[in-house]
Antibody
């Protein structure tokens, strides 16, 4: 079955960077893309961006441009999301989800990775 | 403030039907038939329930249906069951600059 398994929880200090991984299985990795969505504690969902696993093309949310980088490693069917210059309001659960294109629905989702930014 | 507007909460009794609205603009919901709906139980990842306004993924109950009129999309759940109690989020494509916008979420309570 299609499955996305994310890396474990992280605690970072303000100004640091975090890199979250998302390992895919059960489908041809390069035939789809991966979207990243985050959810601050008690808040709604926020789209961060999308990457094509076929050619590495990316689309990022304007709000995060310059601070976020999404990459893939096709040899291990793993997608990565790096967020730099972390602030306290970046504290959230970060989800990856399979999506053929940036406009596509997200299905399925990874289990989520809690990133806590605290001094 | 979310780009799409949803009611904060709705409720219904078992067996009843409820509808959750999702209001956007002519730049997102009104321009594209690319509205999706997600169900999220506490502490869990979201689950796709409806895509492209009214299509159901395999395995999703036919009690869930979607529609759109103008700038407003709607999710209807018929024959409410206790397991339907969750948060529901709408999502729309918003063009090649903004890409994707979400609603603020609606908490469904089954009385």
């Amino acid at each position: 079955q299609v499955q996305l398994v994310q890396s474990g929880a992280e605690v970072k200090k303000p100004g640091a960077s975090v890199k979250v991984s998302c390992k895919a299985s059960g489908y041809t990795f390069t035939s789809y893309g991966i979207s990243w969505v985050r959810q601050a504690p008690g808040q709604g969902l926020e789209w961060m961006g999308w990457i094509s696993a076929y050619n590495g093309n990316t689309n990022y949310a304007q709000k995060l441009q310059g601070r976020v980088t999404m990459t893939t490693d096709t040899s291990t069917s793993t997608a990565y999301m790096e967020l730099r210059s972390l602030r306290s309001d970046d504290t959230a659960v970060y989800y990856c989800a399979r999506a053929p294109r940036a406009a596509s629905p997200f299905d399925p989702w990874g289990q989520g990775t809690l990133v806590t930014v605290s001094s | 403030q979310s780009a799409l507007t949803q009611p904060a909460s709705v409720s219904g009794s078992p067996g009843q039907s409820i509808t959750i609205s999702c209001t956007g603009t002519s730049s997102d919901v009104g321009s594209y038939n690319l509205v999706s709906w997600y169900q999220q139980h506490p502490g869990k990842a979201p689950k796709l329930m409806i895509y492209e306004v009214s299509k159901r993924p395999s395995g999703v109950s036919n009690r869930f249906s979607g529609s759109k009129s103008g700038n407003t999309a709607s999710l209807t759940i018929s024959g409410l069951q206790a397991e339907d109690e969750a948060d529901y989020y709408c999502c729309s494509y918003a063009g090649s600059s903004t890409y994707v916008v979400f609603g603020g979420g609606t908490k469904l309570t089954v009385l």
